[in-house]
């Protein structure tokens, strides 16, 4: 049974990263708070909303540092809304995508504690429709899927490639900058077109947003050129190549005037 903690705790979502993609109760919430417990991808900007008077716990990682453990920020969660704060839990984008927001939940609820949880736009959308890319869109993608590029302890890209090399499908890579090269040649050696376009977004809808995109072939030495830094998200797909923002048809795939017209004849 939950336990009569003052206020119930809030596992919030803070969007991609421009503070305006916030919803309107994660806004209420965190002008409401007295301790916020955040993550290293919850922007400057969105902080900046924080009350001044409010406890702000960091449990990101910082350079050179390890993160928090996650037993430590359970154990912190839990002892400052037994404390009778008003504790925001506050996570970059969705906290239930990728993000250990559940895990979180979990212990809440094993330990006693309301809580709720407030969703956030997750990357994949932000990101790609600020970037003026449509994760479906009729006649190029009928579907989309999300998946972490990032490895497990062993080491191992535990993902299964020949699902995910589906042209009618777009794949939204999240933590995907390091393995970049192994998901490109992975990708193409189970079918996938080399000049399927694909995008990464650097810091999407920040001030530090940086976008490359061109053939899928191609991905991992354009994102080194523009120096992309995490976070990244890779975006692989013909929807890609929909986008407008990096204007400069001549670094999309050759094929691109082929989907564009292709999308005309769907209207
Ligand atoms: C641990 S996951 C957290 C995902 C988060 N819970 C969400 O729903 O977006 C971190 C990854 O999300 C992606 N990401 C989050 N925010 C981003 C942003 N503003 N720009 C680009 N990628 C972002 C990156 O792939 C990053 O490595």
Same mark, same amino acid.
Not at 95 to 101: A, H, K, L, Y
């Given at each position: ?6 206020? %119930? ?9 421009? %503070?305006? +993609? +916030? ?11 007295? &301790?916020?417990?955040?993550?290293? !991808? ?5 902080? &900046?909303?924080?009350? &001044?008077?409010?406890?702000? /716990? ?8 390890? %993160?928090?453990?996650?037993?430590? =920020? ?9 404390? $009778? ?22 212990? !809440?609820?094993?330990? $006693? ?5 407030? %969703? ?56 995907? !900058? ?43 030495? !354009?994102?080194?050129?523009? $120096? ?5 998200? @890779? /975006? ?5 190549? @929909? ?15 082929? =989907? ?8």
């Amino acid at each position: 049974m939950r336990e009569q903690t003052r206020y %119930p705790v809030a596992i919030v979502g803070a969007g991609p990263g421009d %503070p305006e +993609l +916030l919803t309107v109760k994660a806004l209420r919430l965190l002008g409401d708070a007295d &301790a916020v417990v955040y993550d290293r !991808l919850v922007s400057a900007e969105v902080r &900046a909303l924080i009350p &001044a008077g409010a406890m702000q /716990v960091f449990v990101g990682k910082a350079s050179n540092c390890h %993160p928090t453990p996650q037993d430590e =920020i359970n154990d912190l969660i839990v002892r400052l809304a037994r404390g $009778g704060r008003r504790v925001v839990r506050l996570k970059g984008g969705d906290p239930f995508v990728f993000g250990r927001g559940s895990e979180e939940a979990e212990h !809440l609820a094993l330990h $006693g504690v309301a809580f709720e949880v407030v %969703p956030g736009i997750t990357a994949a959308s932000g990101c790609a429709s600020a970037a003026g890319i449509p994760l479906t869109h009729r006649g190029l993608a009928t579907g989309v899927r999300f998946v972490t590029g990032h490895r497990s302890h062993d080491g191992d890209l535990d993902l299964n490639w020949s699902s995910l090399a589906d042209p009618e499908t777009t794949l939204v890579v999240y933590m995907g !900058l390091a393995n970049l090269p192994t998901i490109r040649d992975r990708l193409i050696e189970a079918g996938l077109p080399a000049e399927t376009p694909a995008a990464a977004i650097a810091c999407g809808t920040t001030p530090d947003e940086r976008i490359c995109g061109g053939m899928l072939a191609d991905l991992p030495e !354009l994102a080194l050129a523009e $120096g992309l830094k995490a976070p990244v998200l @890779l /975006v692989i797909g013909r929807v890609v190549a @929909l986008a407008e923002t990096w204007g400069s048809v001549g670094r999309l795939p050759a094929d691109v005037v082929r =989907i564009r017209e292709l999308v005309a004849e769907h209207g």
